[in-house]
């Protein structure tokens, strides 16, 4: 069964950190490009970030640029953003996606288009 599950969602106070990974199983994630997707509440889902194939370059949302750090240990089949100073606007569900080598674009912006697949998302919550 293909899938990517993510963890490490918590929640945090204002200006602290956390890394969210997210495993693929049922493939080899060196092949795919990834994207980081956040949705808050009644809110339209956001781009954040995505990388291209192993040891590519990483683009990422305007409003994480020198905050966020997308990263991936292929070892692990694993893929990583790292969040520092965090704000109460990072809250929401975060989802990692995986696009095809041949057919996704990792854009400027941080999003990646199309994807093929999807986890389950983990929550972050940034909060006093």
């Known amino acids: 069964q293909l899938q990517l599950v993510e963890s490490g969602g918590d929640l945090v106070q204002p200006g602290g950190s956390l890394r969210l990974s997210c495993a693929a199983s049922?493939?080899?994630?060196?092949?795919?490009?990834i994207g980081w997707f956040r949705q808050a509440p009644g809110k339209e889902r956001e781009v954040v970030s995505c990388?291209?194939?192993?040891?590519?370059?990483?683009n990422y949302a305007d409003s994480v640029k020198g905050r966020f750090t997308i990263s991936r240990d292929n070892t692990k089949n694993t893929e990583y953003l790292q969040m520092n100073s965090l704000k109460p606007e990072n809250t929401g569900v975060y989802y990692c996606?995986?696009?095809?080598?041949?057919?996704?674009?990792?854009?400027?912006?941080?999003?990646?288009?199309?994807?093929?697949?999807w986890g389950q998302g983990t929550q972050v919550t940034v909060s006093s």
């Open positions: 990388i291209r194939i192993s040891g590519g370059s990483t």
């Open positions: 996606a995986a696009g095809a080598r041949t057919d996704s674009v990792c854009r400027q912006n941080g999003e990646l288009r199309p994807t093929r697949y």
């Open positions: 049922g493939f080899t994630l060196d092949y795919y490009k």
